[in-house]
Nanobody, 116 residues
Framework: QVQLVESGGGLAQPGGSLRLSCAASGFTFSNYGMTWARRAPGKGLEWVSGIWADGSDTYYEDSVKGRFTISRDNAKNTVTLQMNSLKPEDTAVYYC?????????WGQGTQVTVSS
């Protein structure tokens, strides 16, 4: 069955870094665009970053531009979000999403907390 498993969340200090990973299985990973989204406490879902199926293009939400970097390895069926210069407002549950046309799969999420 389809699985997206996020890892790498945790507690970081302001200015620190975390690296999130999402391991995919059960579908043809290289055919799907991949996205990271987050939900902060008391707020709605926010799209953070995405990468095309072949990795040829990426996009970022304005608040994370220059701080976060998305990448993927189609040989290993993984997508990664490198988060640098973390801010308290980055605190959220981060979700991995795979999308192709009307097909969309979600992971269970990983908690990121930025606090001193």
């Amino acid at each position: 069955q389809v699985q997206l498993v996020e890892s790498g969340g945790g507690l970081a200090q302001p200015g620190g870094s975390l690296r999130l990973s999402c391991a995919a299985s059960g579908f043809t990973f290289s055919n799907y665009g991949m996205t990271w989204a987050r939900r902060a406490p008391g707020k709605g879902l926010e799209w953070v970053s995405g990468i095309w199926a072949d990795g040829s293009d990426t996009y970022y939400e304005d608040s994370v531009k220059g701080r976060f970097t998305i990448s993927r390895d189609n040989a290993k069926n993984t997508v990664t979000l490198q988060m640098n210069s973390l801010k308290p407002e980055d605190t959220a549950v981060y979700y991995c999403n795979a999308r192709r046309g009307v097909s969309s799969y979600w992971g269970q999420g990983t908690q990121v907390t930025v606090s001193s």
